[in-house]
């Protein structure tokens, strides 16, 4: 547990009001934006860690948030696409979790899913597909959490007003989805070397080859930058200064659509949500942060390396067009192909391996608390 959080609960444990959070975070960084009925504290992301690495919260027991969400990975799991409880497989790549508090949409094709708390109902209890495979089973997981101690300690502490209302108020969908919201926000990754050599000054941080590629990544020939801008190196963005959010989907031309269905029907992209043609074929643009331990890329894995996404995608101004049909239509005006050595993808590849915050990876704060094991499924 990190020091902010052992002082403020250390406070609960001897009957103190919660403590005022504070966000660990270079001056450079602003807060993130935290909904009004959910205020963070270390109480409710001590419990959400417990909840996020509990395979308790999946319908055989077996898997956990973690499963697809692993933290040394940032996050991610290293599939192409994940599987649910019954085998079923997704549609699309599991996304980093890292600095997810920033992001004011949260997946790759729903628009419409801008709130944490209400995004952890979906592999929880979605049926289309089946991830965690909770559907039906809300009252099996209250009484778990009720007939475990260190649950029925963590829910007190962490919400304090709805257990002197009873355990009806304190094991609800409310307080499951806001701690499990208050953890994912507490997932920050600053400490790159890029971070310490662009804003820490420490200009021998990162080596000659990416700084090569950083200036490959920033200019005109690449233009990266026009949707892996800002801080946290994507076109979306929200935080505690903005007055709206910034939000980026584009298609890339990863695939081809003719406007006779050539799109692959599985992930189409934000036409399910919208049911505009033009949207289909976008999708939401990933964070760069940690990108190099997240693997497979693009939305459905279907990319190994990143020497891949620059050889075989990006400078071929899409792979869609290599298929033997035209151009994508609707791809972005930003995906024009590049003349690109293999010198300096190597030298990009670089520049993105820096932005890998070790610290993050292995932060004990994110890591399973079980580590003693846990009672088996009810």
């Given at each position: 547990m990190s020091a902010v959080a052992l002082v403020a609960t250390a406070g609960l444990l001897l009957g103190a009001a919660p403590a005022g959070w504070q966000w660990p975070l270079p001056a450079w960084v602003p807060p993130p934006a935290v909904p009004a009925d959910n205020p963070m504290s270390a109480a409710k992301v001590e419990l959400g860690r417990h909840l996020f690495h509990d395979t308790r919260l999946s319908a055989n027991g077996a898997m956990s948030c973690a499963s697809c969400h692993d933290p040394a990975r940032a996050f991610t799991d290293g599939q192409a696409v994940s599987k649910g409880v019954t085998g079923e497989v997704g549609t699309r790549s599991a996304m980093s979790l890292a600095n997810v508090a920033y992001l004011p949409v949260l997946t790759w094709q729903n628009p419409q899913l801008t709130s944490l708390e209400v995004q952890a109902l979906i592999p929880l209890f979605g049926e289309h597909p089946v991830e965690m495979?909770?559907?039906?089973?809300e009252q099996t997981l209250f009484a778990m959490?009720?007939?475990?101690?260190?649950?029925?300690?963590?829910?007190?502490?962490?919400?304090?007003?709805?257990?002197?209302?009873?355990?009806?108020a304190l094991y609800s969908l409310s307080t499951l989805t806001k701690a499990l919201a208050s953890f994912q926000r507490?997932?920050?990754?600053?400490?790159?070397?890029?971070?310490?050599?662009?804003?820490?000054?420490?200009?021998?941080?990162?080596?000659?080859?990416?700084?090569?590629?950083?200036?490959?990544?920033?200019?005109?020939?690449?233009?990266?930058?026009?949707?892996?801008?800002?801080?946290?190196?994507?076109?979306?963005?929200?935080?505690?200064?903005?007055p709206f959010p910034e939000i980026g989907f584009h298609n890339t031309g990863l695939y081809n659509e003719d406007g006779k269905g050539a799109y692959p029907k599985a992930s189409p992209g934000i036409v399910e949500f919208t049911g505009e043609p033009r949207d289909a074929g976008r999708f939401r643009t990933p964070t760069l942060r940690n990108v190099a331990v997240t693997a497979?890329?693009?939305?459905?894995?279907?990319?190994a390396t990143l020497h891949e996404v620059l050889r075989t995608h990006y400078a071929r101004a899409g792979r869609a067009v290599h298929t033997g049909r035209a151009a994508n239509p609707l791809r972005s005006e930003f995906i024009a192909g590049f003349e690109i050595t293999e010198a300096e993808i190597a030298d990009v590849v670089a520049f993105l391996e820096s932005l890998t915050d070790e610290r993050f990876l292995r932060d004990p704060a994110h890591g399973d608390p079980w580590t003693s094991g846990r009672p088996t499924v009810p």
């Amino acid at each position: 547990m990190s020091a902010v959080a052992l002082v403020a609960t250390a406070g609960l444990l001897l009957g103190a009001a919660p403590a005022g959070w504070q966000w660990p975070l270079p001056a450079w960084v602003p807060p993130p934006a935290v909904p009004a009925d959910n205020p963070m504290s270390a109480a409710k992301v001590e419990l959400g860690r417990h909840l996020f690495h509990d395979t308790r919260l999946s319908a055989n027991g077996a898997m956990s948030c973690a499963s697809c969400h692993d933290p040394a990975r940032a996050f991610t799991d290293g599939q192409a696409v994940s599987k649910g409880v019954t085998g079923e497989v997704g549609t699309r790549s599991a996304m980093s979790l890292a600095n997810v508090a920033y992001l004011p949409v949260l997946t790759w094709q729903n628009p419409q899913l801008t709130s944490l708390e209400v995004q952890a109902l979906i592999p929880l209890f979605g049926e289309h597909p089946v991830e965690m495979g909770m559907a039906g089973r809300e009252q099996t997981l209250f009484a778990m959490f009720k007939g475990d101690p260190a649950y029925r300690r963590l829910f007190a502490q962490a919400f304090p007003a709805e257990a002197r209302h009873g355990d009806e108020a304190l094991y609800s969908l409310s307080t499951l989805t806001k701690a499990l919201a208050s953890f994912q926000r507490s997932l920050l990754s600053f400490d790159s070397p890029y971070d310490r050599y662009r804003y820490g000054g420490q200009k021998d941080a990162i080596s000659p080859a990416a700084r090569r590629g950083e200036e490959l990544f920033f200019g005109e020939k690449l233009e990266c930058y026009h949707c892996h801008g800002g801080f946290n190196f994507t076109d979306n963005l929200k935080h505690a200064r903005t007055p709206f959010p910034e939000i980026g989907f584009h298609n890339t031309g990863l695939y081809n659509e003719d406007g006779k269905g050539a799109y692959p029907k599985a992930s189409p992209g934000i036409v399910e949500f919208t049911g505009e043609p033009r949207d289909a074929g976008r999708f939401r643009t990933p964070t760069l942060r940690n990108v190099a331990v997240t693997a497979p890329y693009m939305h459905d894995g279907s990319i190994a390396t990143l020497h891949e996404v620059l050889r075989t995608h990006y400078a071929r101004a899409g792979r869609a067009v290599h298929t033997g049909r035209a151009a994508n239509p609707l791809r972005s005006e930003f995906i024009a192909g590049f003349e690109i050595t293999e010198a300096e993808i190597a030298d990009v590849v670089a520049f993105l391996e820096s932005l890998t915050d070790e610290r993050f990876l292995r932060d004990p704060a994110h890591g399973d608390p079980w580590t003693s094991g846990r009672p088996t499924v009810p």
